[in-house]
């Protein structure tokens, strides 16, 4: 598949996301033998979609929402400046509690360092309304060869915020993400051009997988996910070399393929959830002073 096949393959989709939402009170209801009594929890508030009274969470009474629109429509009006082909993808989940919200750029892009592709720019954004995502914000690249995630430690690119009420980010910094993208070439090159070896390997998986607790042997790991980012690591060592590069995409396709497992393919229950937390262990372990990918923020 060459280039413009992949970016072709992209296909945008966009679920509904700027539904109306209400913080309302929440009670609890008592039936005491057929006698039904209303208590009020004045502590806790409830967050319900008014379109379709479905309920999305609930939160102290302190707790201040910033929708899903705050953040979308905003990164829209940023990309019509810096691109003419971004392709958007948002998808929500439970009931709109939880959005996704993907934008790559087709025609911002850097030459991949293994493959006759492309790697392209993609702002990521996620927020939810049952207290599950805080407002994330992350600009990258996108491999288009496998459509693999690509993760930067760059504290412009990754944006967290609690929800209070009050959204203040600066947007113009996805600008900025566009220049350090660009940099990211050289960069990708020189791991390409890097040897890592096998105990370097395993050091970083047991990092990345690693327990508090540990297995019956002794090791502080998860024993199953060691053996999928293992597996990972002999496809793309066998593809492109043992080197930083082929150890970058083992991990990241680790990250963005939580149904595959070293055998088969392992139905998760929510996908979505398990690459953000996968994503962070990366982004921790990059911003280490002894990691192999260290960046400088």
Not at 178 to 205: G, I, L, P, Q
Request: charged share 25%; glycine share 4%.
């Amino acid at each position: 598949m060459n280039h413009i096949q992949s970016i072709n393959k992209i296909i945008g989709y966009e679920d509904d996301y700027s539904f109306p939402i209400k913080t309302i009170p929440m009670q609890g209801v008592l039936n005491d033998m057929g006698i039904i009594s209303e208590i009020d929890c004045n502590e806790r508030v409830m967050l319900i979609r008014t379109d379709t009274n479905q309920y999305l969470g609930n939160h102290s009474s302190a707790y201040r929402p910033v929708t899903h629109s705050q953040i979308v429509d905003p990164v829209r009006n940023i990309l019509h400046d810096i691109s003419d082909e971004y392709v958007p993808q948002i998808k929500t989940y439970d009931n709109g509690a939880m959005m996704v919200a993907k934008f790559t750029c087709r025609d911002i892009r850097i030459k991949d360092p293994s493959k006759d592709d492309y790697i392209a720019f993609q702002v990521t954004l996620r927020n939810s309304y049952n207290g599950m995502w805080s407002i994330m914000i992350t600009a990258a690249g996108l491999r288009l060869w496998c459509l693999n995630g690509c993760t930067t430690a760059d504290r412009v690119a990754n944006f967290r915020l609690k929800h209070n009420g009050v959204f203040k980010y600066n947007f113009d910094h996805l600008k900025h993400s566009v220049d350090f993208f660009h940099t990211n070439e050289e960069r990708y090159m020189e791991w390409a051009n890097t040897k890592v070896s096998e105990w370097e390997v395993e050091k970083m998986f047991e990092k990345l997988t690693f327990t508090a607790r540990p297995t019956i042997d002794g090791k502080y790991r998860n024993e199953t996910q060691f053996n999928n980012l293992m597996q990972q690591w002999k496809v793309y060592r066998q593809d492109m070399g043992a080197n930083k590069w082929s150890l970058y995409n083992a991990v990241t396709y680790w990250i963005t393929h939580p149904d595959h497992s070293s055998n088969t393919y392992t139905k998760v229950s929510a996908p979505h959830k398990t690459v953000v937390e996968r994503e962070s262990k990366l982004i921790s372990y990059m911003n280490k002073s002894d990691s192999l990918f260290k960046e400088v923020a």
